[in-house]
């Protein structure tokens, strides 16, 4: 088991995703340090396209939670076929990015620690991209919890992550050693701060959630990402009721 991730290593990380506002695209648009080549960056658009178009398929509709949006790269496709989001995010620079790209009054913000934050109302469906691998070892069953009563019954729940692979990160970045949760960021200006990075096994993780009453089928691309999705199942007096 490994050790308990320390309050300030948290704290730590906070800061790190607020001070990277401005530098997340990169990643994702495999710009600067995250440039892999063009063979390596065309695999990571198509397999980023392969969750982007299962999430399109998922259809989740209705009154949606967005934990940790970022930039909105993922709130403007949840848009596309939910009624209104409430995104919710630990950074003011992210959600200044994310509001200005998307422009729309059917998004709520809300700034929150996403480690303290309870849920004060339920929500049709749940998403989170690129954050549980944030989440460390020790608080996911604390955080499965709260997804569980922020979820209606029958309510969706879609999320994607990376898979443990190099070439994903900057390359001037190295990976935490298997058992190993943490490891160090570095920002375009060479600053350095230590994160929480942790890699799911996805049998086990449909377990982990199962334990929550959350129904989810977890999948993985060829190389970079992991993404889940299902719902929260309906108390056994419902589900009898309707039998």
């Keep these: 088991m490994s050790q308990e991730v320390p309050a300030r290593v948290l ?21 600067g340090r995250y440039d892999r ?15 982007f178009n299962a999430l399109a398929r998922f259809q989740m509709q209705g009154e949606l939670l967005e934990i940790a949006p970022g930039t909105g790269i993922w709130t403007e496709r949840l848009l596309k076929t939910a009624s209104t989001v409430t995104a919710i995010d630990a950074s003011t ?16 913000y809300i700034l929150a620690d996403l480690f303290t934050w309870q ?6 469906g749940i998403f989170f991209g690129f954050w549980l691998s944030h989440v460390p070892l020790e608080r996911l069953d604390p955080f499965l919890d709260m997804l569980a009563a922020a979820l209606r019954p029958g309510g969706q729940i879609f999320f994607v992550d990376g898979r443990r692979e ?17 490891m160090i960021r570095k920002l375009n200006d060479g600053r350095a701060f230590e994160i929480v990075k942790n890699f799911y096994d996805p049998v086990a993780l449909v377990g ?10 977890v999948q993985e691309t060829a190389t970079f990402f992991l993404y889940g999705d299902g719902e929260k199942g309906k108390p056994i007096i419902q589900a009898l009721a309707h039998m």
């Design 208 to 217: 982990r959630f199962a334990q929550h009453g959350l129904d989810v089928t």
């Design 11 to 31: 704290d730590e990380m906070m800061t790190y995703y607020r001070e990277r506002a401005n530098e997340y695209d990169e990643w994702f648009y495999r710009r």
């Design 166 to 182: 190099p070439t994903s990160t900057a390359s001037n970045h190295q990976l935490p050693t298997e058992g190993a949760q943490l």
């Design 93 to 108: 620079e992210m959600i200044a990015i994310n509001r200005a790209r998307i422009n729309s009054d059917r998004v709520e």
């Design 37 to 51: 080549g063009s063979q390596s960056n065309a695999l990571w658009f198509a397999e980023a396209d392969e969750v």
């Design 119 to 124: 849920p004060s109302r339920m929500y049709d």
